[in-house]
């Protein structure tokens, strides 16, 4: 049975942590390990980022809507805002060893949200909302005796 959590933070930095919270304990009573429950609150993190800087410009009084919706081995976050569309085509695909060896600040979110989860989307809702939507499926645990 599909579970949902919803948690609604204002477009500043400040909130990061209590939006990196809420989500790592939702993944954690998921059944993820550390090292994914990590992986999936980075990637949150990331879009949640994204948003204040580019979305709403650093303006601080917006909001950004975290919605968790857990379903049998799915674990999908939705991260809504009302700010600046976004064009995910517009991004180029990053080269890494190129993009390091600039020693660029930032530009890895959309990369790293990609790379960290299993399914990465975006919408518009309503014609005027912005959605990024990301997936983590849950792997079942394999037995560890390796012989």
Excluded at 38 to 53: P, Q
Excluded at 89 to 114: D, F, Q, T, W
């Amino acid at each position: 049975m599909a579970k949902t959590l919803k948690k609604i933070i204002l477009s500043s930095t400040d909130n990061l942590l209590e939006v990196r919270e809420f989500v790592s304990a939702a993944a954690r009573d998921f059944g993820f390990s550390e090292e994914e429950t990590s992986k999936i609150a980075l990637a949150v993190d990331e879009a949640c980022t994204n948003i204040i800087k580019h979305s709403y410009k650093n303006q601080p009084d917006k909001t950004i809507q975290v919605v968790i919706l857990r379903q049998p081995n799915k674990f999908e976050i939705s991260i809504v805002d009302e700010g600046r569309k976004f064009d995910p085509e517009a991004i180029k695909p990053l080269n890494l060893k190129e993009h390091l060896s600039h020693y660029r600040r930032g530009g890895l979110g959309v990369y790293l949200m990609r790379t960290l989860m299993d399914k990465v989307e975006y919408h518009t809702i309503s014609g005027k909302k912005n959605e990024v939507r990301l997936t983590k499926f849950l792997q079942p645990v394999r037995s560890s005796a390796r012989r």
